[in-house]
């Protein structure tokens, strides 16, 4: 006869924390295998209706998927050469920008030096010290940035080769899933599968079509304003807005920091109102209609995950943070004994600032 061993909370408790231990150890340590399968699942996911696409036109699927492949790479590729090459005009101009910024940082010196009464000497002799302490470090910085590069360049090799593998073996892999849970929940799989596939390709291209739109805003308003590097500016701001809060934050420093170099101070404030006025159509408008309020995270969750992710995987980490726990989320919220896990992870409270871009509308109720 069968008993049902009831384990104490301590025990409990502690078994959760050894697996959750195990589970991050063996995330950190195999981050190199880890990481490019999770950007292939990703991208496969995304231009896997492209090939069904293809293979319902008769179609070989694999010439299906070899084609949809390539071009998502040119795409890939026009992006990077895009990016390149506007950074290739900074570099030329860097050094002038390296003078400029040097000359704002001595005027900074001297009304630090009159305002908190330290003379310019001391204050010199600090950043001194920070850049030795800066140089000692560098050892160790360049051996980390090697390692990571190396990662990278594994990567690029390695996911196109995972994305046409998985899309091949996708029906292989789907029937593996049902075996796995067995013929009694056969239905259920299937149904959680099927809404989950198609909410995750809703999210992933609702996602890069937020990046593309938020990338042209950029560039627009930086370009209105006069901005030098308004492409590049504007893709860079588009990248790290899908960090969120601290992406934002950083993509505005970034303005800010080009702008007082570039131009005059007066331009600093003038980019942090472009970056904010964006921002608000972005949480307002371009979140909830084109990426969709079901996977929407909320503030505390996204902050968390994105600390979590850098600490984990370092900057591919904050990237992926917030789509892999949307997709944990859609799990979540369609698997009733986990739906208040998902709840926890959603953000059902109002935005801060809500942007009423109706104006037509308003002004009709006005006049009636």
């Known amino acids: 006869m069968n008993t049902l061993i009831r384990l104490p909370f301590y025990a409990k408790a502690s078994l959760l924390l050894i697996g959750l231990y195990l589970f991050t150890s063996i995330l950190f340590i195999a981050q190199d295998i880890i ?111 090697l390692t990571t590069m190396s990662g990278v360049l594994a990567s690029i090799f390695l996911t196109p080769v995972y994305i046409f593998m998985i899309l091949y073996y996708q029906p292989h892999l789907i029937e593996f899933i049902h075996r796995l849970f067995g013929v009694d929940h056969d239905n259920k799989v299937s149904e959680i599968l099927s809404e ?80 904010t006025l964006i921002q608000l159509i972005d949480n307002n408008y371009i979140v909830p209609k084109i990426v969709g309020s079901k996977v929407k995270l909320n503030a505390l969750i996204s902050i968390i995950v994105v600390i979590a992710g850098a600490a984990l995987w370092g900057i591919p980490g904050m ?21 208040p896990w998902g709840f926890l992870l959603g953000d059902t409270m109002p935005p801060l600032v809500k942007l009423d871009l109706k104006f037509k509308k308003k002004a009709a109720k006005m006049r009636e």
Do not use: C, H
Not at 239 to 263: D, H, Q
Not at 319 to 332: G, H, N
């Open 35 to 145: 990481l490019p399968l999770v950007y292939a699942t990703i991208i496969a996911i995304s231009i896997s209706p492209g090939v069904n696409f293809l293979a319902r036109k008769k179609v070989n699927r694999t010439l299906a998927i070899f084609v949809v492949l390539i071009v998502a790479m040119l795409l890939i590729v026009a992006l990077i050469l895009l990016i390149v090459t506007q950074a290739s005009l900074m570099g030329q101009a860097w050094p002038q920008l390296l003078d400029k910024f040097e000359s704002l940082l001595n005027q900074g010196i001297a009304w630090a030096s009159g305002f908190f009464d330290i003379s310019i000497q001391q204050i010199n002799a600090r950043i001194a010290k920070s850049k030795a302490e800066l140089l000692n470090n560098s050892g160790a910085a360049i051996g980390l940035t």
């Open 196 to 275: 989950t596939k198609g909410i995750i390709q809703g999210y992933l291209v609702g996602l890069f079509a937020e990046f593309a739109i938020i990338a042209v805003l950029n560039t627009l308003g930086l370009l209105v304003l006069g901005m030098q590097y308004a492409i590049l500016l504007g893709i860079l701001g588009a990248l790290l807005n899908v960090i969120p809060y601290l992406g934002g934050i950083i993509a505005m420093a970034l303005f800010a920091a080009i702008a007082l170099v570039t131009k005059s101070p007066v331009y600093v404030l003038y980019v942090i109102l472009l970056y």
């Open 319 to 339: 990237f992926l943070s917030i789509p892999l726990t949307a997709v944990v989320k859609l799990i979540l919220d369609r698997i009733e004994p986990w739906k």
